[in-house]
């Protein structure tokens, strides 16, 4: 049913990820070939207690990277550059505030993904509340 549309269905034994993304679209994120995942930022200069959790957990190493992937998915399609700069700003303040803690990491970046592929689905528009939230920046 549509009520199930950005939800996570599946994980399979190979570390793929499936999202439905409509009542019949599903969304599959796959894994990085060729050693340990990486994160989409260096690791030397790793700076917060969630950088650092992703960069020692080689699952939201790749779930950062596929949010990198989303995130410049976005770009050719987001209407107002601006916004989407203060959206992502303030994702990011919202993952920091997960320090440590890999559940909610995990959480934060299969919130972000579902978020930027809603962005790419409907052709650039902001989520509501995102659009609501990045108002407040200058």
């Given at each position: 049913?549509?009520?199930?549309?950005?939800?996570?269905?599946?994980?399979?034994?190979?570390?793929?990820?499936?999202?439905?993304?409509?009542?019949?679209?599903?969304?599959?994120?796959?894994?990085?070939?060729?050693?340990a995942?990486?994160?989409?930022?260096?690791?030397?200069?790793?700076?917060?207690?969630?950088?650092?959790?992703?960069?020692s957990d080689?699952?939201?190493?790749?779930?950062?990277?596929?949010?990198?992937?989303?995130?410049?998915?976005?770009?050719?399609?987001?209407?107002?550059?601006?916004?989407?700069?203060?959206?992502?700003?303030?994702?990011?303040?919202?993952?920091?505030?997960?320090?440590?803690?890999?559940?909610c990491?995990?959480?934060?970046?299969?919130?972000?993904?579902?978020?930027?592929?809603a962005?790419?689905?409907?052709?650039?528009?902001?989520?509501?509340?995102?659009?609501?939230?990045?108002?407040?920046c200058?």
């Amino acid at each position: 049913s549509s009520s199930l549309k950005g939800e996570w269905i599946a994980k399979d034994g190979s570390g793929n990820l499936y999202m439905r993304e409509t009542c019949t679209t599903l969304l599959e994120l796959k894994p990085q070939l060729g050693g340990a995942p990486r994160a989409s930022f260096s690791c030397k200069a790793a700076a917060t207690e969630s950088e650092k959790a992703i960069c020692s957990d080689p699952e939201l190493a790749s779930l950062d990277r596929g949010l990198a992937d989303a995130f410049e998915m976005t770009r050719e399609v987001w209407t107002n550059r601006r916004e989407a700069r203060c959206a992502q700003k303030q994702w990011l303040a919202r993952r920091d505030s997960c320090r440590a803690d890999a559940a909610c990491l995990r959480r934060a970046l299969f919130e972000r993904i579902t978020s930027l592929v809603a962005v790419v689905m409907t052709n650039g528009q902001l989520d509501p509340s995102e659009l609501e939230a990045s108002r407040s920046c200058r």
